[in-house]
């Protein structure tokens, strides 16, 4: 038989949440097409409860992941990347379907996501010694500043840039040591879904990212007020949402990214790495070793 | 026999206060808009210090065009060139520190040994470590040529007047911002004498404008569509009335707010040392600091020797006369937190935890409230987990490190917190776990222009302090 003619497999989609591959608890799930309306698959239509499930995961994860060193960090990071480069075909696939361009530049885009990365990856290791340091403080004090993770972050994938857009926005947030909780692009969530399955076998512990699919509407507002979320990237948020959930999310004082351009295919630079750490400032005495005697 | 102390009181004749005093808008006095005004007084005594103008709408209108024609000039000079202007500024608050001192003492009731020892150095150091910025953004690690946002709009609380407005005004200008600051209702007068060091240090007008004023005009300097940039310390309460009020805005915010920090004493610290810290925590100004070490948590096979020594020591402390160089603890600031310190050390009794108190005598007329201990306190008591903001220590008790370290982050606030023990790897392993932007080892409440402070979780976000705190003021 040709391969034309074989009927090919079809994947259900499933959520990723705490290491797992829920379907929704609320048994939806909504129609994914292309740019040309032709059926692609049934997305799961995620819950609040699916949300609130996904904050669990991510704190549980939390100290796992914060504390682990930053080179085992990147370690697993490289090895998301690892994982990446092969399923290149899939997510050419995936993308090119859900963006409406040609399968090259599709290739293209994912050859850039798997590179974004890799630059992340890099990063865990280094954005402490960027952003942190000594200060040379008036007196006989050892004073350290140091960058920690603010904790459990809610991710608003782009709508559009649903894979490059989409690594560029959940990398940063992990490779610092946070845990993240990620509603996908709601017209194009496939690629995210596949995400969900790269990490699953990656090294990477359940519940670092939680992939929802869905409302973005819906699934943001609960998290954007969920008083154990730390924080927020608004991007895959219009502005007439955006303030909302910034008005929700004020509550407990999270950490707000507003939603911006960006050309996913430029220099990052640090801003999202930084966006969600916090500085942490430790004093000690130095004391003396003469005559003087005690060091506090 | 115990020897009693002679008063020794700082003389007044340094400081020279006018009846009356305006809002300070593109480098003059002025009266408010409406003419509104409110009496400044001395909490130590209830004696009127002054009468000052009350900026309204208008008045914020009026400032931040002033700030906003000013902002050409100013962002546009050589950074060499303000640096200059900040040196000067740091310069004559060296000179005028005495007479500043006193100002503050009087306007804010906190003891001259403070106000002299803490708060004016530190002052002056923040414009001097600022000062140097100006001309070396480019190497501040926020790429070539970094931005200034604009007008700043600053709104400072009433504990540590003069001090706050450094940590807003210094980076803001270094970065070549200008600003309208809001100097507490209760403590306006040295943001003025402030902007009168501003016309002797020739800074060009509009760059820093003062309106005194209560809530209301706080919150018309945070609305105003021309300002660019809130920088905010005071309570938690307010902080997140500001984010719901600047969301969907361009506005960047620094918010620096409440906190409940903890002080953990291991079985392995020195006694003395520890009760030293935990008196500096909770009593310097009268436990009216953000950062302050409310909640005591010492392991429990050290309790009773702990409390002993430190029931001892709270018996030394002097209070009264904050003029007085032998004072340890002076007035609160006001009759309204007095009320506010009063209901909530009455609901920890109410809730049935055990109210300790050295003898002391206070002053008949003024705000006074004496050091004061709470013990058999647990996490759901009101006092372990409201910030009270005056001299109220809770104390709880914890057994193993794990349980320190649980105890310490069970709060909405994360600013600061202590840890005493003798133990170097125990020292790191708990601040590494403490969720608090400041941690103080073997030492409490140290600051230093260039230790960046702020905190995690409901104590606000932003630093302020150190290269990080040129951040907020930088289009980065």
């Known amino acids: ?296 | 026999m115990a020897f009693e102390y002679a008063p020794a009181p700082e003389s007044r004749s340094v400081v020279d206060i006018a009846p009356s005093y305006g809002l300070f808008i593109d480098g003059e006095f002025t009266d408010a808009a409406d003419g509104k005004v409110f009496k400044t007084v001395s909490p130590a005594t209830e004696e009127v210090l002054s009468e000052v103008a009350r900026a309204g709408a208008e008045d914020v209108d009026r400032a931040v065009k002033a700030a906003r024609g000013a902002f050409a000039k100013w962002s546009a000079l050589p950074g060499a060139e303000r640096a200059k202007y900040l040196f000067r500024i740091a310069r004559i608050i060296q000179e005028r520190s005495r007479e500043l001192a006193v100002l503050e003492t009087l306007d804010n009731g906190k003891p001259i040994r403070e106000t002299r020892d803490a708060d004016l150095p530190l002052v002056a150091a923040h414009f001097f470590y600022y000062a140097g910025w100006a001309d070396k953004l480019d190497h501040a690690g926020y790429g070539a040529n970094p931005r200034p946002l604009g007008v700043a709009g600053q709104v400072i609380p009433w504990n540590f007047p003069l001090l706050m407005l450094a940590w807003k005004i210094a980076p803001a200008l270094a970065t070549g911002n200008t600003v309208v600051l809001k100097p507490a209702e209760t403590t306006p007068l040295s943001a003025l004498f402030f902007a009168d060091i501003c016309r002797q240090a020739g800074l060009p007008r509009g760059v820093v404008n003062i309106l005194p004023g209560y809530g209301d005009t706080g919150a018309a300097l945070v609305e105003h569509e021309d300002v660019d940039k809130i920088a905010f310390t005071g309570s938690t309460a307010v902080g997140k009335a500001i984010a719901r009020q600047i969301a969907g805005t361009g506005k960047k915010a620094t918010l620096e707010l409440g906190g409940k920090g903890a002080n953990i004493v291991f079985d392995d610290a020195p006694v003395d040392q520890a009760v030293e810290g935990i008196v500096t925590g909770i009593f310097f100004n009268q436990g009216q600091v953000c950062c302050a070490g409310s909640r005591l948590l010492v392991q429990e096979s050290v309790q009773d020797e702990l409390l002993d020594s430190l029931k001892r020591r709270l018996s030394t402390l002097r209070v009264g006369d904050p003029l007085d160089k032998n004072t340890d603890l002076g007035a609160i600031n006001s009759a309204e937190q007095l009320a506010r310190i009063r209901t909530l050390a009455d609901a920890g009794e109410a809730e049935g935890a055990e109210r300790w108190s050295p003898e002391c005598e206070l002053p008949a007329s003024g705000y006074w409230f004496a050091p004061t201990l709470f013990t058999n306190v647990t996490q759901a008591h009101t006092v372990a987990r409201d910030e009270i903001f005056g001299p109220v220590l809770s104390v709880l008790t914890f057994r193993t490190p794990e349980e320190a370290v649980a105890k310490a982050n069970n709060t909405q606030y994360g600013l600061s917190a202590g840890i005493w023990t003798e133990k170097g790897s125990r020292i790191l392993a708990v601040a590494n776990r403490l969720r608090a932007g400041v941690v103080w080892a073997n030492t409490f409440n140290k600051f230093d222009p260039t230790s960046p402070f702020g905190g995690y979780k409901e104590s606000g976000y932003g630093r302020e302090g150190g290269r990080h705190g040129l951040e907020a003021y930088l289009d980065v």
């Open chain 1, 1 to 296: 038989m040709s391969e034309s003619e074989r009927l090919s497999v079809f994947k259900t989609y499933k959520l990723y949440v705490g290491g797992k591959f829920p379907r929704s608890e609320s048994g939806r799930v909504y129609e994914v097409t292309d740019q040309k309306d032709r059926w692609l698959a049934n997305a799961p239509q995620a819950s609040r409860k699916d949300a609130r499930d996904a904050v669990s995961a991510a704190r549980k994860a939390f100290g796992g992941w914060s504390g682990a060193t930053a080179y085992n960090r990147g370690q697993v990071l490289y090895r998301v990347a690892e994982m990446l480069e092969g399923r290149r075909g899939q997510f050419t696939a995936e993308v090119a379907a859900s963006e409406g361009i040609s399968k090259s530049r599709a290739a293209a885009v994912v050859d850039a996501t798997v590179d974004r990365w890799v630059w992340y990856a890099g990063w865990t290791d280094k954005i402490g010694q960027v952003t942190g340091g000594a200060n040379p403080v008036a007196g006989p004090f050892f004073n350290l500043s140091t960058p920690e993770p603010t904790g459990v972050v809610t991710v608003l994938a782009p709508q559009d840039s649903s894979f490059l857009g989409l690594v560029s926005v959940v990398a940063p947030v992990i490779a610092t040591g946070n845990t993240a909780v990620v509603v996908a692009s709601e017209r194009s969530p496939l690629p995210a879904l596949s995400l969900g399955e790269v990490l699953a076998t990656s090294d990477l512990p359940g519940g670092v990212v939680n992939v929802l699919s869905g409302r973005t509407a819906e699934l943001a507002a609960p998290l954007a007020s969920h008083q154990d979320v730390n924080g927020i990237d608004l991007y895959g948020a219009d502005e007439t949402l955006a303030k909302e959930l910034e008005i929700a999310a004020a509550d407990n004082l999270k950490r707000v990214v507003r939603p911006h351009p960006v050309d996913f295919s430029a220099d990052p630079g640090t801003g999202r790495l930084t966006a969600f750490l916090e500085t942490k400032t430790v004093w000690h005495p130095t004391g003396g070793l003469g005559a003087s005697g005690s060091g506090y």
